[in-house]
Structure formats: structure tokens, C-alpha cells
């Protein structure tokens, strides 16, 4: 007989503060309310943020292990329907420097992967109508016959949204017509979803910055549909622009929110009737729901959001207003744009400190998930090495190709043996882990990578590859004009442990 699942009591009579409460929280005892993820974020000392959302963390994973992935980001075009105001990487098909990737590029990238021992590829793009639905199964297909061993995380819930609108699937409801999809690009290969495109949940804040991406229930839809079919998933969030603190909270608060629907749903074995009849769920006893989740702070170089003005302005200051995504921002995501003439017309940038407090939050919101990723891609490998005592259990990827956040200025890089010295360094001991946060590998002999390396001052990290158009290429393409992405691949030194 299966057991109905519960999830944890919350006690909204308390104050965020008690340590009764958070000791409960970090023990795995007790939910916090949106109310009390909100009074925490903003007002908890950063010393008592990481103080318990470590203790959660080392409940969950123990106080010695901290992991990472040997993954590629393989973006296999740049050619994008939407107008998000935060991306620096979209191009339109008669941009001089768009491209889409021929298959045996991509297989090359894959290759290049595996030689290094790789076990996952992040394969996202740009939403392009161009591109068919045999277009990806081929290369779905392709990728898993050459190269078997190497799992195929990939397709956010935007780009899902567009292949519904691009390939018009059967189906009375868009869970329906994102399952049709799922199976198979699920039968050609693809193992589970990646969390892109997660931003800000809130209408408000989304309408504004994401303009032809799909909404926040349509994001989880995709999700929950993923689920029912046994995929496993990750979420994410991207603030420290528009957003007001309520906004952050409301999106973790939907994040756990469908992924106790899902262990409900799909944990057991239960099924719920509006899809028991579902001939395509085929073993929904494999429990599909959200593996982990992973936040950044906006990076605003290159891109129309960035050219906001930073709260507070000179006006801001004389007439001691607040900042407009805090008087938009509702815990139930129904704030609206006219609460406030400035709303969206003011950045608030989160520094370091701030990440580790949204971080440290999540950990203590998000019962319900088990990884906390560290995110030093956008704030360096420092700031993520401490954010394994802010709860992260996961250092995230050995980042040997990546083409958006870079897009927007931000450009770290680490190899496998900079990435374990990181944890190691961190108190812990560091092991490589697979797409299900399995642990592949302990580093515990002295033939681990950062062990080997008998110079650091001698360590460099080569530079991660970009896509650039053809060398030479200077002029605006024609219709029937061809345009292939190189790689490039330059050194840099700025990846020091």
C-alpha cells in the first residue's frame, strides 16, 4: 500500500527568527511560510542565514562530500523568437552573426566531452522556427548512438512551449500537447529537463523582461508534464533587477509548491485521474519531480536591462521613495505594474552578499528539493566555493563551453582540478556526480585531480569555447546565405584558485 504524501507542518504563529523554528527547518521538520522565507531574506543576519542553511544542507548530505558534474553547455543556436531585455545572446536569423550548428559540430563537442571523461551535455538554444521536429529527434538519435554513455539533459520549458506553438501537437490541453513532444524527444534520447528560462514567476516582473517567453504556469506545466513521464528536472531563478524581495520568495514558493504536487502525483505510483488513461505514462513509479535548484544574480553587461538606472537615483534619494519592485511585489505574485509610475525603470544589482542570502533562503524554503547549486559562473569561484557553507551541496559544472552568461560580460572558468581544489579547500571532500546527483567518483586518494597538480602558480585554465561567426565574415547574410559558428579558443588566467 502506497503512503500519501505529506508535506512538512508549518507554524505561521512563529517569528522567522526563533531558533525553535529554524533549528525545526534545518532539521527537516518544519516548512517556513512565504512570510517567514520574506522576514528571512530581508531582515535575518547573513551569519544566521548561513548558519542554518548549512545545518540543512549537512541533515540532507553530510558533512563531507560536495560534488560536481563534468558536463559541456552545448547552445546549438542563437537564433530566438522572444525579446527578453536581460539576454545578450539572442540573435535574429539575418543577424550577421547568428548561427545554428550543423550536426557534426555538435557531434564534435560532444566527442570533445567525452575525451575529458564527461558525463552530461546541457544542450539549450535559442527558440528557432526554422528548426523542425525531426530536426531534433535526428540529432537526438545521432548523439545517443555515437555516444551512449553521455546523458542528454536538455530543451528548457521556452524552448518546449515553442516546439507546441512550432509543431502543433495533438492534444485538448497544453499538458497533453508538451507530453506529445516529450515522448519523443524522451524515445530519441533526451534523458531530463534542465530549469532555463525560470527568471522571475511573477507577471509583473515577467511581462516585462521577457517579452514572447512563455508564463509562469506554463513553465511548470512543462515541468509537471516531464514529471508524469518519470524525467527529472531542475528550476531556477534569475534576480537582482526589477524584481522586488516578495517576487523571489513567490518563486520559490511555487517551486516547492509543484514539486509536492509531483511527489504526490507521481512518487507513489498514485495517478491521478485526469491522466491515469495517459497511454504514453508508461512507469510513473519512477517518481519524476525537481533534482535541484540553482539561482543567479542578473548580469547586465550588453544587454537593454542593464542600461537602467540603479536604484536609488539622485530623484530616488530626494524624494526617499522605495524601490518599485518591492512596492510591486506580492508573496501571491499578484502585484501589477501600475502600483508604482517607476516600476521597471529601476535596477537593484545583488551583489555577493546578497547571493548568499537568496541562496542560503532557498535551502531553508525548499524542503522539498534535495541539491542547492552553487552558481560561480556569474559570481566567480570564490564567491561559489563559499557558498557551499550557505547551503549548496553542488559546485555545479567543470565549464568547458559557455556561450549566454558570457554573452553578458561574465566570463569564469574553472577545470576539473581548480574545481575540486575549490571544495577541498572549502572543508570538504570533493567527488564527481552524474545528471541524477549520483556520486560517480570520491576524491580521496592522492591521485585526485587538485592533488596532482604539483604548481598551482604554474595552472592556468584555458579559456572556455564561444561560438563567433566566421572569421571574415562582415557582412549582413542573405536568405540564402549559410552562417556556421566556429569555436574559438583563447587563455586566460583569470581561473586561480
Not at 507546441?164 to 495533438?170: I, R, S, T, Y
Not at 516531464?226 to 522586488?244: D, N, P, Q, R
Request: aromatic share 8%; net charge negative; charged share 20%.
Amino acid at each position: 500500500m502506497s503512503t500519501i504524501y505529506q508535506p512538512l507542518p508549518e507554524f505561521p504563529h512563529l517569528d522567522a527568527s526563533d531558533p525553535g523554528l529554524l533549528g525545526a527547518v534545518a532539521s527537516g521538520q518544519a516548512r517556513l511560510t512565504v512570510e517567514q522565507g520574506l522576514d528571512l531574506l530581508t531582515s535575518a543576519p547573513l551569519h544566521t542565514l548561513g548558519r542554518y542553511a548549512d545545518a540543512r544542507c549537512r541533515d540532507l548530505h553530510g558533512d563531507h562530500v560536495r560534488s560536481y558534474i563534468i558536463d559541456r553547455n552545448i547552445n546549438y543556436t542563437n537564433i530566438c523568437t522572444a525579446k527578453c531585455i536581460f539576454c545578450a545572446f539572442k540573435r535574429t536569423a539575418k543577424d550577421h552573426d547568428s548561427y545554428t550548428l550543423e550536426y557534426e559540430e555538435l557531434y564534435q563537442k560532444v566527442q570533445e566531452l567525452s575525451d575529458i571523461g564527461g558525463t552530461q551535455i546541457l544542450m539549450q538554444g535559442g527558440m528557432n522556427p526554422e528548426l523542425s521536429l525531426d530536426w531534433y529527434l535526428e540529432l537526438l538519435n545521432g548523439i545517443r548512438e555515437r555516444f551512449p554513455h553521455v546523458k542528454i539533459h536538455a530543451f528548457s520549458p521556452p524552448e518546449l512551449i515553442e516546439f507546441v506553438n512550432f509543431f502543433d501537437p495533438p492534444g485538448k490541453t497544453l499538458i497533453d500537447k508538451v507530453r506529445w513532444v516529450l515522448v519523443r524527444l524522451k524515445e530519441a534520447g533526451m534523458g531530463s529537463l534542465p530549469g532555463g528560462g525560470g527568471e522571475i514567476f511573477a507577471p509583473a516582473v515577467r511581462t516585462k523582461i521577457g517579452m514572447g517567453k512563455c508564463d509562469m504556469n506554463a513553465w511548470l506545466e512543462v515541468m509537471y508534464a516531464a514529471h508524469s513521464l518519470g524525467m527529472f528536472t531542475s528550476a531556477s531563478m534569475m534576480y537582482g533587477h526589477i524584481e522586488g524581495y516578495a517576487d523571489r520568495i513567490h518563486h520559490m514558493h511555487m517551486v516547492r509548491h509543484w514539486q509536492d504536487k509531483a511527489i504526490r502525483d507521481f512518487g507513489t505510483g498514485e495517478v491521478p485521474s485526469a491522466i491515469a488513461g495517459d497511454p504514453t505514462i508508461k512507469n510513473p513509479e519512477t517518481g519524476g519531480h525537481y533534482l535541484g535548484f540553482h539561482a543567479w544574480p542578473f548580469q547586465p553587461d550588453n544587454t537593454a536591462l542593464g542600461r537602467l538606472p540603479h536604484w536609488p537615483t539622485a530623484e530616488d534619494k530626494e524624494a526617499g521613495t522605495p524601490f518599485p519592485g518591492d512596492v510591486v511585489a506580492q508573496l501571491d505574485g499578484s502585484g501589477t505594474k501600475d502600483m508604482d509610475k517607476n516600476f521597471g525603470r529601476r535596477l537593484r544589482f545583488a551583489g555577493s552578499t546578497e547571493y548568499l542570502r537568496t541562496q542560503a533562503v532557498s535551502r531553508l524554503m525548499l524542503d522539498n528539493i534535495y541539491t542547492i547549486g552553487s552558481s560561480w559562473v556569474t559570481m566567480g569561484p570564490h564567491v561559489g566555493q563559499v557558498a557551499l557553507n550557505f547551503g549548496a551541496n553542488d559546485m555545479g559544472s567543470v565549464m568547458m563551453e559557455e556561450n549566454v552568461v558570457s554573452s553578458a560580460g561574465t566570463t569564469y572558468c574553472l577545470d576539473e582540478a581548480v574545481l575540486c581544489r575549490l571544495i577541498r579547500n572549502a572543508g570538504f571532500i570533493p567527488a564527481q556526480r552524474d545528471t541524477k546527483y549520483d556520486i560517480l567518483k570520491t576524491h580521496t586518494s592522492d591521485q585526485s585531480p587538485d592533488l596532482l597538480v604539483e604548481d598551482w602558480s604554474q595552472h592556468r585554465t584555458k579559456r572556455l569555447h564561444i561560438e563567433s561567426q566566421p572569421e571574415g565574415c562582415d557582412t549582413q547574410p542573405t536568405d540564402d546565405t549559410p552562417i556556421t559558428a566556429q569555436i574559438t579558443i583563447g587563455q586566460t588566467d583569470t581561473a586561480k584558485s
